[in-house]
């Protein structure tokens, strides 16, 4: 991401289909922006650095795309019934 990605009309073409289809985003920050210029789709994400140290932020950016966020989700889902089930009445 950048000020001139944040604020190029094909760049949000291709935002708008991405988030139409569904399409997993991992924003990469190559230059600071602050997150009022960026659209919404983008502002609400967490996203890597890609500003400091390269091969710290290229093992983020691959955690990121490594990671399966429906099982993390099912993951959690299950982790919050066991805490309702903690906390029934005997």
């Known amino acids: ?7 190029s009309v094909e760049c949000r073409k291709e935002l708008v289909r991405a988030v139409e ?9 190559v230059r600071a ?13 967490q996203f ?10 290229f093992d ?9 966020f429906d099982w993390v989700q099912a993951d959690t889902a299950l982790g919050d019934q066991g805490d309702r089930v903690g906390r029934a009445p005997a």
């Not at 922006?33 to 994400?45: D, S, V």
């Not at 983020?60 to 990671?67: A, F, P, V």
């Open 1 to 7: 991401m950048s000020r001139d990605s944040a604020a």
């Open 21 to 29: 289809l569904n399409k997993r985003i991992i924003p990469v920050n």
């Open 60 to 68: 983020q950016l691959i955690s990121g795309i490594e990671t399966d």
């Open 48 to 57: 890597v650095p890609g500003r400091s140290h390269f091969d710290e932020d």
């Open 33 to 45: 922006t602050l997150l009022p210029q960026l659209p919404e789709e983008l502002a609400r994400r």
